[in-house]
Nanobody, 120 residues
Framework: QVQLVESGGGLVQPGGSLRLSCAASGRIFSINHMGWYRQAPGKQRELVASITSGGSTNYADSVKGRFTISRDDAKNTVYLQMNSLKPEDTAVYYC??????????????WGQGTLVTVSS
C-alpha cells in the first residue's frame, strides 16, 4: 500500500507563484518516475511535468520556463514550483509516482488532487 499526499494548492492572482508538494509513504523500496498532471474543468488530464530517478525532467510546452519540478528522495517527495501563473493554469493538480515495493514490483500511485485557482 502506497499513499501520495499533496499540499500547496490554493487561490493566487495572475503572475503569482505557488509551490506544490507531494509526499509518498507506505511500502516503498524506491521510486522511479514522479510527476504532476492536471485536469481543468471539461478537459482531459494532461501531463504538466515529470522527473526520473536520475533527475531528468520533462515539461509540457505550456509551462516551460515557468514551472520547475524537483524531488527529494530522502523524503520521497516531489515538488512543483509554479511561477508567472496564468488563469489557464487553473486546474486540479495530481501527483503521480511509479513506486517499486519491497517485493520489487512496480506500482502506479496517484494523489487525491489539489486545486489551483489563478484569478484576480
Amino acid at each position: 500500500q502506497v499513499q501520495l499526499v499533496e499540499s500547496g494548492g490554493g487561490l493566487v492572482q495572475p503572475g503569482g507563484s505557488l509551490r506544490l508538494s507531494c509526499a509518498a509513504s507506505g511500502r516503498i523500496f524506491s521510486i522511479n518516475h514522479m510527476g504532476w498532471y492536471r485536469q481543468a474543468p471539461g478537459k482531459q488530464r494532461e501531463l504538466v511535468a515529470s522527473i526520473t530517478s536520475g533527475g531528468s525532467t520533462n515539461y509540457a510546452d505550456s509551462v516551460k520556463g515557468r514551472f520547475t519540478i524537483s524531488r527529494d528522495d530522502a523524503k520521497n517527495t516531489v515538488y512543483l514550483q509554479m511561477n508567472s501563473l496564468k488563469p489557464e493554469d487553473t486546474a486540479v493538480y495530481y501527483c503521480y509516482a511509479r513506486v517499486i515495493n519491497p517485493e520489487k514490483n512496480a506500482l502506479d500511485a496517484w494523489g487525491q488532487g489539489t486545486l489551483v485557482t489563478v484569478s484576480s
